[in-house]
């Protein structure tokens, strides 16, 4: 059994104009959690970008 949860990531480093809800694949580095901004209580995981690409939307996201 797969058990997958949407999270909150900040991305940094040269992130452009991408508009909300975009579907993307991020290559970056781990950059530690943003412990000032929680989501829930959660600290943020930190990823700084490398390279960002827009990528189509899959047919049915919440597929297992």
Do not use: C, M, Q
């Amino acid at each position: 059994v797969l058990f997958r949860s949407p999270i909150r990531v900040a991305i940094t480093g040269s992130v452009g104009g991408h508009p909300a809800n975009s579907w993307l694949t991020i290559t970056g580095t781990y950059a530690g959690v943003d412990k000032k901004n929680l989501d829930g209580g959660d600290p943020i995981p930190i990823v700084h970008a490398e390279s960002i690409t827009s990528i189509k939307p899959p047919t049915n996201p919440y597929e297992n």
